[in-house]
T-cell receptor, first 114, second 114 residues
Framework: AQTVTQSQPEMSVQEAETVTLSCTYD???????LFWYKQPPSRQMILVIR??????QNATENRFSVNFQKAAKSFSLKISDSQLGDTAMYFC???????????FGDGTTLTVKP | DAGVIQSPRHEVTEMGQEVTLRCKPI?????LFWYRQTMMRGLELLIY????????DSGMPEDRFSAKMPNASFSTLKIQPSEPRDSAVYFC????????????FGPGTRLTVL
């Protein structure tokens, strides 16, 4: 079974600074997908960024980027130029290719301070 | 697309009453998921359907919980009888199994059982 571990329950960062959220996972699969979801105080869960395991290039979406280390089974999220609206809980998730469900981590609560 | 639609958004009921939560997935998606989120237990997968068929209901806490998906555009999660410990936010999500498997979440139903 796959497991996803987010070792930082809470983090904070000053506005305009950069922060990195950690995620590690365990799987015997060779191809899979990894995701970061954001859940702001409004509680609506939205996808931030995704990565396909067979792609070596790290995914980027504007201020959000990942550091995908397949051998180390690590998938960290970097948020650059942090904004107050980035305050949220962030979930790392794993999904096997063509599988139905995803495995979610316990989440990291990020607070961006003015 | 309207996204995943859940109703009601808030439900307050008394212990022992029946509660029915509703979900309309994104058109074309073939997988549907029910999650429960609490401070104590985080995000838990209760059950998921693929092509309207329940695939994994191992997360359903007990026989008081039941879920149905009579067609591709509608699902219900029923709690009968409800108990105060069922108080939580319940999310419905849908995805397309082929491809990225990323899940699209509804806004959630906040259930309070008094």
């Amino acid at each position: 079974a796959q497991t996803v571990t987010q070792s930082q329950p809470e983090m904070s960062v000053q506005e305009a600074e950069t922060v990195t959220l950690s995620c590690t996972y365990d799987t015997s699969e060779s191809n899979y997908y990894l995701f970061w979801y954001k859940q702001p105080p409004s509680r609506q869960m939205i996808l931030v960024i995704r990565q396909e395991a067979y792609k070596q290039q790290n995914a980027t979406e504007n201020r959000f980027s990942v550091n995908f280390q397949k051998a180390a089974k690590s998938f960290s999220l970097k948020i650059s130029d942090s904004q107050l609206g980035d305050t949220a809980m962030y979930f790392c998730a794993f999904s096997r290719t063509n599988a139905g469900k995803s495995t979610f981590g316990d989440g990291t609560t990020l607070t961006v301070k003015p | 697309d309207a996204g995943v639609i859940q109703s009601p958004r808030h439900e307050v009921t008394e212990m022992g009453q029946e509660v029915t939560l509703r979900c309309k997935p994104i058109s074309g998606h073939n997988s549907l998921f029910w999650y429960r989120q609490t401070m104590m237990r985080g995000l838990e997968l209760l059950i998921y359907f693929n092509n309207n068929v329940p695939i994994d209901d191992s997360g359903m806490p007990e026989d008081r919980f039941s879920a149905k998906m009579p067609n591709a555009s509608f699902s219900t999660l029923k709690i009968q009888p409800s108990e105060p410990r069922d108080s939580a936010v319940y999310f419905c999500a849908s995805s397309l199994t082929s491809g990225y498997n990323e899940q699209f979440f509804g806004p959630g139903t906040r259930l309070t059982v008094l």
